[in-house]
């Protein structure tokens, strides 16, 4: 399994405006996921991208996969201060495979 | 909706003592994991447990550690001899086929 590179490290918006995160990887995967995880507790998943799509849409997430790049984007539109957590993005190589996570992305929306 | 519960959420316990970690999967679920994340660093993958056996297991998880599903709907994490450096959130994760891994609140280990 190989792990995603989130960027940036940090991120600080406001309320109603839009965020959006960035994830490399280093090797051809099966898919790409991204996960959240609010201070101190577990990792929510948010969204499955397969290595055959290149966009997906899920309430106000957008992801976009670029194999080509190898590169991934997570867009949260008119975000709001529960959005506040770290995001990371777990590139698969193999379906079923461990899960490796970054650093991942801290973003924090102020009210 | 079903989730993954962890218990207990805190444990204290002595340097050299052995713990139990207990895990509740989603009932259904076939494919349990174990990851851990010290204190402002990452999470990492500890250990895979499928059809009664550990399927993949990482350099952290040695001999100290061991996994179980001693009935249908337990799965536990043992470490045999704590050390202070296993201080750390340790959470449970299961999934069903495709690989959308549902994660426990965890709990935290404080080894003094």
């Known amino acids: 399994s190989q792990q995603g590179e989130e960027d940036p490290q940090a991120l600080s918006i406001q309320e109603g405006e839009n965020a959006t995160m960035n994830c490399s990887y280093k090797t051809s995967i099966n898919n790409l996921q991204w996960y959240r995880q609010n201070s101190g507790r577990g990792l929510v998943h948010l969204i499955l991208?397969?290595?055959?799509?290149r966009e997906k849409h899920s309430g106000r997430l957008r992801v976009t996969l670029d194999t080509s790049k190898k590169s991934s984007s997570l867009l949260i539109t008119a975000s709001r201060a529960a959005d506040t957590a770290s995001y990371f993005c777990?590139?698969?190589?193999?379906?079923?495979?461990?899960?490796?996570f970054g650093e991942g992305t801290q973003l924090t929306v102020n009210p | 909706e079903p989730e993954v519960t962890q218990t207990p959420s805190h444990q204290v316990t002595q340097m050299g003592q052995e713990v139990i970690l207990r895990c509740v999967p989603i009932?259904?679920?076939?494919?349990f994991y174990w990851y851990r994340q010290i204190l402002g660093q990452k999470v990492e993958f500890l250990v895979s447990?499928?059809?009664?056996?550990?399927?993949?297991k990482s350099e952290i998880f040695d001999d100290q550690f061991s996994v179980e599903r001693p009935d249908g709907s337990n799965f536990t994490l043992k470490i045999r001899s704590t050390k202070l450096e296993d201080s750390a959130m340790y959470f449970c994760a299961s999934r069903a086929e495709e690989n959308i891994q549902y994660f426990g609140a965890g709990t935290r280990l404080s080894v003094l």
């Open positions: 447990f499928y059809n009664n056996e550990i399927s993949e």
């Open positions: 009932s259904n679920h076939l494919y």
């Open positions: 991208i397969r290595s055959n799509e």
């Open positions: 777990a590139p698969e190589e193999t379906s079923g495979s461990r899960l490796t």
